[in-house]
């Protein structure tokens, strides 16, 4: 059940991207690029005097033995950061127009990014989320992990509707250092609300990264005939023509689109849009790119 | 507005249907999961708003088709007249000048009251003088010139035709329909009781005519008249002349009259006779041999009455020789002759002299003289008389031939020639008559052929003939064959009472006495007829070659390329007709007004009030509230189905083009 998650083309293409030089400072491979927090370490950073409260395990007593002085020796350490993926379950992630919905896929892509996390010994939880909290998998790095987190995805099931606040409360709380927190939603919100809810992640040093995943239906529905939609969530229902699905709906949704990117990196996120229809590995060598330019 | 067939609107159920289809499509319209509907915004359903719009105009026209097809079935119908009151409406003057308005001072008056009438209209507003007798003559057109009518009306004279309201009525009935608003008909007539249709619906007339009577009749006028003459047309030889005539009364009275024949403008005889009220007397005159050639001759009534008019009655007729016609039969054959020449003779025709002789003896270089020629049971003939029986046809002539034993035993016969398909066998019973041409001349107005007998007949096939008379056993036993300008009849039995028993028969002698008149071009015009007749002026034989028709009054009715085109000629005044025909030879015939003008009592004044308007007519009693034309709409309705059902098609395949979807 394992395997399906870790299609071999999507591992290979992600294998040859050259993420060390392109990633950030807490990116998804450990030990190839640099901590900016100073850790238990082998490698010397520098020196510094000792100041009362210091911790007296750190003091080179070498240095003392010659100067008399407390220096306390630093070390640039090679230190990981936890990925804590945010998954949204609501009802209309199980939308799809073609084989994989919009689950299936954001379980690809949350799966893919947890493998990643574990080849570079990041740390990396989980929290399932419709309305409410219906999963959490503390991030870690502990052998095993990966097998909690994929079986985590695998209970995954379509909920109800969407609340960004509880989850991102429930994150909070629990957010103990800093890391990188990527919500996979189809974001059925006001962008406002959106981003107002998820910005004190960021105010905590987190790196956030949205990948906003979508069906070719939803960004360009095609209907023959007049239908009755009827909403995944709400259950309202109504008919539509298909000249508006054609002309407004889709200059509505490319507004939706284009304003939650902005305000996202408004607010200093990451915003992916994902098309389902896309390969998965295409849209993760997007976003690897997209963060090695920020470099 | 009003519907002739109501019961057909229960068809406008059938609108529940569209409906009922429309309403089901709304149903149907799929349901479809989608991930939120938060981008749809409820103000933009007015797109969908619009969509269930069109729908509603599809639903609108497929209910239109409908209804217009229920409507049209139920037959509306709209008073066009009452809804223009103030429509521009026509005056028609119509002037009866029929041959009993020479009553009197009856045409001074109709002429006086129309000019009357015309003096009290409007300038300007538009009129048409009519005439009418047994058919109406425009004398002008629709007009807004009142002088041209005036003189149309000023010289209008009685003629000598019979009056008929039915063609009256029929006239203002097309000037209804050809005209858009309401016709107001003056019409100045004697009110002739024996001018009113058997039926009083050839009466009836659109709402939209307005009929107003003008009686020129000065009340009850006893009259008597020469109702009828009986003469021939020709008298041949010898002979005298038999005329009868029959007087009539149209009074309540006993009157008594002379009745005196004139000829040629010459008192001949008179006779006075006692006239019965309401009754009719028939004198018969033999009057002695008249002189060769063409004779006038006229019945009169003494003294005449106030209506002179009609107390004569004319005929013509001609004095001729009879002429020579030619029995050629075989020596031997005796009984042939006999019975033929004793039937012509009975017959009375007199029209003709026979001759006997036999093939050798026939003068083949004289037969153009013969009025008809009989060739009876010929076994054979001389080369010569063959070539000249040919010609003799060829040029006009007619033969009659009877092929007996003599052909059969030949096995063909002489002439024309033909092959003997079978001698007959001899048959003790005998086969009788079992069709008959009664079409033919020969044999028009006949008795029954029921109990003739034929004994042998030749069998000869007759090819493109036309067979006259077939025997049961569908054997041809007389027939015509087509022979150039000629006429050619064969008989195949005989005239002895050998081979059939015809001549012992009452209709053998009426039988030679057509099939003579017929070949010998007798001519069967009566010497009389009655004003309107048609009278034939050329035959078939001589149609191309003009003949020269002479009137009453010595004018020449025809032009040249009439005569040669015309066939026959309308006698619409009393007098002589002449017709000179090619070749010399001359015809007259004589022209008498319609005996029912005599006739002066006026209809029934219901009747007349009936057809006045006063009480309500079949036609207006319908339910139509009013004046005016009944104009039927179903071709309307039917017309807006059609438009309606392309618009229909149109906007479905449209939404079909857009959306794919079945409307």
Known sequence: MLVRFLEPAILAGLSGLDLVAKTVVEGFIAGLHRSPDFGFSQEFAEYRAYTPGDDLRYVDWNVFARTERCYLKRYRGETNTALTVLLDVSASMGFGSHRVNKLEYARFLAASLFYLANRQRDAAGLIVFDEEVRDVVAPSSRHGQLSRLLHALERAAVGRQTDYVRPFLHLMDHLRRRGIVVVISDFYASPAEIVRTMAPVRFRGSELVLFHVLDPEELRPAFDQPVLLIDAETRRSMEVSPEYARREYRTRIQAHVAELGERARQAGMDYFLIDTARPLDAALREYLSVREGRL | ?663
């Open chain 2, 1 to 663: 507005m009003g519907l002739l067939a109501p019961w057909f609107l229960a068809g406008l159920v059938a609108l529940a249907l569209p409906v009922w289809l429309h309403l089901l499509r709304r149903r149907h319209a799929p349901p479809r999961r989608f991930p939120s509907l938060m981008l749809f915004e409820p103000h933009r359903e007015s797109s969908v708003r619009r969509r269930r719009l069109r729908y509603l105009l599809l639903l609108a026209l497929r209910c239109l088709v409908l209804a217009a097809l229920a409507l049209a079935f139920a037959r509306p119908w709209r008073n066009t007249a009452a809804a223009a009151p103030g429509a521009d409406r026509l005056v028609v003057f119509a002037l009866d000048d029929s041959f009993s308005m020479r009553h009197g001072n009856r045409m001074a008056r109709a002429r006086s009251a129309a000019l009357g009438e015309l003096g009290r209209l409007r300038v300007g507003e538009r009129v048409q003088v009519l005439a009418f007798s047994s058919s109406v003559r425009a004398l002008t057109q629709a007009s807004r010139e009142h002088e041209a009518a005036r003189a149309a009306i000023a010289s209008l004279e009685a003629g000598d035709g019979h009056n008929s309201y039915a063609e009256l009525a029929r006239a203002l009935r097309l000037i209804a329909e050809a005209e858009r608003g309401p016709v107001v008909a003056h019409v100045f007539t004697d009110l002739q009781r024996s001018a009113m249709p058997a039926s009083f619906r050839d009466l009836a007339l659109p709402a939209s005519v307005r009929l107003q009577l003008h009686g020129v009749a000065e009340g009850r006028i006893a009259n008597w008249a020469v109702e009828a003459v009986d003469v021939p047309s020709a008298v041949y030889g010898a002979r005298k002349l038999r005329v009868r005539a029959t007087a009539a009364s149209f009074s309540g009275e006993t009157a008594r009259k002379r009745v005196q024949i004139v000829l040629d403008g010459r008192p001949i005889e008179s006779r006075e006779v006692e006239l019965p009220g309401g009754g009719r007397t028939t004198v018969e005159f033999l009057l002695p041999e008249p002189s060769y050639g063409v004779h006038r001759g006229e019945v009169r009534l003494d003294p005449p009455d106030d209506f002179g008019a009609d107390d004569r009655r004319l005929f013509a007729f001609e004095r001729r020789d009879p002429k020579p016609a030619l029995f050629v039969h075989e020596a031997r054959d005796r009984r042939s002759w006999l019975y033929f020449s004793t039937a012509l003779e009975a017959s009375g025709l007199g029209a003709f002299r026979l001759e006997q002789s036999t093939p050798e003896q026939a003068p083949a270089e004289k037969l153009a003289q013969y009025a008809f020629i009989v060739l009876s049971d010929v076994a054979s003939l001389p080369q010569g008389l063959a070539r000249a029986l040919a010609d003799y046809v060829e040029s006009g002539g007619g033969v009659l031939v009877a092929l007996g034993a003599a052909t059969a035993a030949r096995g063909e016969a002489p002439w024309p020639a033909a092959t003997v398909v079978a001698n007959g066998e001899t048959h003790a019973a005998g086969f009788t008559v079992a069709e008959i041409d009664r079409a033919h001349p020969c044999l028009r107005e006949q008795g029954l052929w029921e109990g003739v007998r034929f004994y042998r007949v030749v069998k000869v096939e007759p090819g493109t003939s036309r067979v006259l008379v077939r025997l049961a056993d569908g054997v041809p036993l007389l027939w015509e064959r087509p022979a150039g300008a000629g006429r050619l009849l064969v008989f195949a039995s005989a005239f002895d009472n050998l081979t059939n028993d015809l001549p012992l028969h009452a209709v053998f002698v009426p039988f030679i006495e057509r099939t003579a008149a017929y070949l010998g071009g007798l001519d069967e015009t009566p010497g009389s007829l009655t004003v309107g007749a048609t009278l034939p002026v050329t035959s078939p034989a001589s149609r191309g070659i003009a003949a020269e028709v002479i009137g009453p009054d010595g004018e020449r009715l025809l032009s040249l390329d009439e005569a040669a085109a015309v066939g026959s000629v309308v006698l619409r005044r009393a007098g002589y007709y002449e017709i000179r025909r090619p070749a010399g030879r001359a015809l007259l015939v004589a022209a008498n007004p319609d005996p029912r003008e005599s006739d002066l009592r006026p209809a029934p004044d219901d009747l007349i009030a009936l057809w006045r308007g006063e009480t309500p007519m079949p036609e207006r009693g319908q339910g139509q509230g009013g004046e005016g034309t009944r104009r039927e709409l179903w071709r309307l309705f039917v017309a807006l189905a059609l438009a309606a059902a392309a618009a229909e098609s149109l906007l479905a395949g449209k939404y079909m083009t857009r959306s794919g979807e079945a409307a």
